[in-house]
């Protein structure tokens, strides 16, 4: 990108872009989930929020990130919608392609895009985890090169000293605890794990009940039939 020159203007101009293509993003994923109304609410608070404006004049990754995420969202959206019509079909790799280059352009650009892709992964189980081998495929292509590079490159010692270990461990020692940005690190690793497992459990929870409130659905259903049958043969 230094290719095109060094001006300030030029250096932050991707984020500003990265920022108003994430509003308009927002707008046409609210507006097809939960119409218009609803849709231009969600992008008058995104394009207002103050951290949003901020991210978007700086030199950094943090609007990219947002709006790979958007992306990730989106295809995956679409994808889970092609996985639940159950018409035998299975989605072709225009479906699929998008969303995986979308999960690991956003992953590899920054941490921040992982509690989107767990989201994802909620939706599946919450939508009965229709086409199990091929959504695990899928996920594998994005986790496992990931994984592959959390080992191979120094990624854990980074986190140890990142700047959300640090602000942790100076607000701790503010209240006279003794907390290292290592221990910090380690501990906001280990409060991301318990998020994951407990929405896992929170998602086969809701799958569970929906799977209950179904088969009820159906026996009632059922017991309707019969009862009309019983009465017209009588």
Do not use: K
């Not at 994430?22 to 969600?42: D, H």
């Not at 995104?46 to 404006?53: E, I, K, S």
């Not at 594998?140 to 592959?148: D, I, K, S, Y």
């Amino acid at each position: 990108w230094q290719v095109g020159g060094d001006a300030e203007f030029w250096l932050r101009f991707p984020s500003l872009l990265a920022s108003v293509l994430s509003v308009a993003l927002l707008i046409r994923l609210t507006r097809a989930a939960a119409g218009a109304r609803a849709a231009g609410w969600t992008g008058l608070l995104l394009a207002t929020f103050p951290l949003q404006t901020w991210y978007a004049g700086e030199a950094r990754m943090y609007s990219l990130v947002q709006l790979l995420s958007l992306l990730m969202a989106a295809a995956g959206w679409r994808l889970l919608q092609r996985l639940r019509r159950g018409d035998g079909q299975p989605p072709g790799w225009q479906v699929w392609l998008p969303w995986l280059l979308a999960a690991l352009a956003a992953i590899f650009t920054d941490y921040a895009a992982l509690p989107v892709w767990w989201l994802l992964q909620l939706a599946w189980l919450h939508a009965g985890s229709p086409q199990p081998r091929r959504w695990w495929a899928a996920q594998a292509g994005v986790g496992l090169p990931w994984l592959a590079w959390w080992i191979v490159t120094p990624q854990a010692a980074a986190l140890a000293t990142s700047y959300h270990s640090v602000f942790i461990a100076v607000q701790a020692q503010r209240l006279g605890l003794a907390l290292t940005p290592t221990l910090a690190g380690r501990l906001l690793t280990a409060a991301l794990l318990a998020a994951l497992l407990l929405s896992l459990a929170a998602a086969f929870g809701l799958r569970r009940s929906a799977s209950r409130s179904r088969s009820i659905a159906h026996e009632g259903g059922l017991r309707s039939r019969c009862s009309d049958f019983s009465r017209r043969t009588c």
